[in-house]
């Protein structure tokens, strides 16, 4: 993921965050020598640009392209209706026409 220049820092604010130390190692190594700092911009910028994440109800059925049964391994939510789908739960997986994996309830 290249970074994404928008203004140069001296046009940036200050903006203070915590994060877990695990957390903030594992960005460190993924970002290189580019550092972690940018890396979290790029991916700040993403979400903003790309929308809600995935979970959110953002799809409509005409979206899914096939689906298959699966099993909630964590809590999920449904991505036509919204509704929880609880870990252990029975589900499914639809396809979208982008190639997305979404969660689907099973009603």
Request: contains cysteine; aromatic residues 4%.
């Amino acid at each position: 993921m290249p970074t994404l220049t928008r203004v140069s820092t001296t046009d940036m604010e200050v903006t203070s965050i915590r994060l877990e130390r695990s957390l903030k190692e594992k960005l460190k190594a993924l970002a290189g020598d580019r550092g972690y700092q940018a890396l979290i911009r790029d991916i700040l910028w993403q979400y903003v640009e790309q929308g809600p994440a995935e979970g959110t109800v953002q799809i409509q059925p005409d979206d899914i392209c096939a689906s298959f049964g699966a099993v909630a391994e964590r809590d999920q939510v449904c991505a036509l209706t919204g509704n929880p789908i609880l870990a252990h739960a029975p589900m499914r997986l639809g396809l979208t026409a982008q190639g997305r994996l979404v969660p689907l309830s099973v009603e």
